[in-house]
């Protein structure tokens, strides 16, 4: 149903560490470099053990701003089951993080999981472009958890 190929709207630029005697910093985003739609509205941190995937879901109106830049390094796989979507029907792959440091910007309506594949915890952070259940958490989540369902067609395997 799905073939690899790129996905509209999917953007991956890698992360620049500046290394000194003390250790490294990286920008991982600039709002005048970013495109207005994907401005984030709030930051998290999670931390994914060794061989767990988190995902696959997707979100109707949220993007995410996700960085990989290590501990570990992450199997990021993204479906495009967006209806009209020049890239519809595509499944695109990124390997990233202690090696390969990137921030990967998945849009609205973009299924997206990954899986830690290093030998350690993995740290991620995200910088989504909306509050997690809107301003003062009054919303609904939005959120499309396909993990839940057992016959999904989107598998990291």
Known sequence: MFEEGQIKGVQAYRIEKFADDRG???????????????????AYVSFTKPGVTRG??????????????GPSTFELRMWDNRQGSESQNHLMTIVAGQDDPMVIIIPAGVVHAYRNIGGTDGMVINCPNRLYM??????????????????TVFRME
């Open 134 to 151: 809107g301003a003062g958490r009054r919303e609904a989540v939005d959120e499309i958890r396909h993990e839940d369902d057992p016959g």
């Open 56 to 69: 696959p879901h997707e979100h109707r109106e949220q993007a995410d701003l996700f960085c990989f830049f």
């Open 24 to 42: 490294w910093l990286a920008e991982l985003f600039r709002n005048d470099e970013l495109d207005r739609e994907f401005h984030p509205a709030m």
